[in-house]
């Protein structure tokens, strides 16, 4: 058990949707990151907040936003689905801001399927 | 597009082999690398690192090369066992510490009893 909290687990949903997505770091742990895995496309980097900022942007669509809440929860919205974005969705934590360690603890995923 | 990526999509083994995973990756600054693993419905973890002031890295049953020469990784898991069986990925960080972590593929290991 990693300690990073994700929900729901799976997820099945209809095209032109909206879903949210949330994650719950590791205790003590300032920084969320989020990633999408799909079978064609391994595990991309989405997006990265640190203590509620936004600190790191990577191949994340204009249709996703995330947020990191005071409590440092975070949570990622995809909205107007579409069938491609049917992936394991990660959330990871960490406790710094900058991945020089290599201490990335990720969640089990969210499976998110789009009919 | 990505800059690390892995030599073989799947790699089959006897229990008791030793295995090996390769990665190359092609951004020459790239300072850190880590492997991952990630077992069946589960997150990748952590299963070891590299800085690219070394060459090489072990841990416990694995041992981690890093070539800078030709920009490869690999991951050699000694006395491979069932539970071992997993997909592997390497990743990679540029330097100046970036929050950015870039996978590769991954490998699929499938261990044989």
């Known amino acids: 058990d990693s300690g990073v909290t994700q929900t729901p687990k799976h997820l099945i949903t209809a095209t032109g949707q909206r879903v949210t997505l949330r994650c719950s770091p590791r205790?003590?742990?300032?920084?969320v990151y989020w990633y999408q895995q799909s079978l064609d496309q391994g595990l991309q980097f989405l997006i990265q907040?640190?203590?509620?900022?936004?600190?790191a942007k990577g191949n994340i669509l204009e249709r996703f936003s995330a947020q990191q809440f005071p409590d440092l929860h975070s949570e990622l919205n995809l909205s107007s689905l579409e069938l491609g974005d049917s992936a394991l969705y990660f959330c990871?934590?960490?406790?710094?801001?900058?991945?020089?360690?290599?201490?990335?603890?990720f969640g089990e995923g969210s499976r998110l399927t789009v009919l | 597009g990505e800059s690390v990526g892995l030599h073989l999509p799947t790699l089959s083994v006897q229990e008791g082999d030793n295995s090996i995973i390769n990665c190359a990756y092609s951004?020459?600054?790239?300072?850190?690398f880590i492997w991952y693993k990630q077992e069946s419905g589960k997150g990748p973890q952590f299963i070891i690192d590299?800085?690219?002031?070394?060459d090489k890295r072990q841990g416990q049953r694995v041992t981690v090369l890093l070539n800078k020469t030709v920009k490869h990784l690999s991951l050699q898991i000694a006395a491979t066992q069932p539970g071992d069986s997993a997909v592997y990925f390497c990743?990679?960080?540029?330097?100046?510490?970036?929050?950015?972590?870039?996978f590769g593929k991954g490998t699929k290991l499938t261990v044989n009893p």
């Open positions: 990871a934590s960490s406790v710094g801001g900058r991945l020089n360690t290599g201490e990335l603890f």
């Open positions: 205790s003590g742990d300032l920084s």
């Open positions: 907040y640190y203590n509620g900022e936004e600190r």
């Open positions: 951004n020459s600054a790239s300072d850190y």
């Open positions: 590299i800085r690219s002031n070394m």
């Open positions: 990743a990679e960080i540029k330097g100046g510490g970036s929050e950015k972590l870039v």
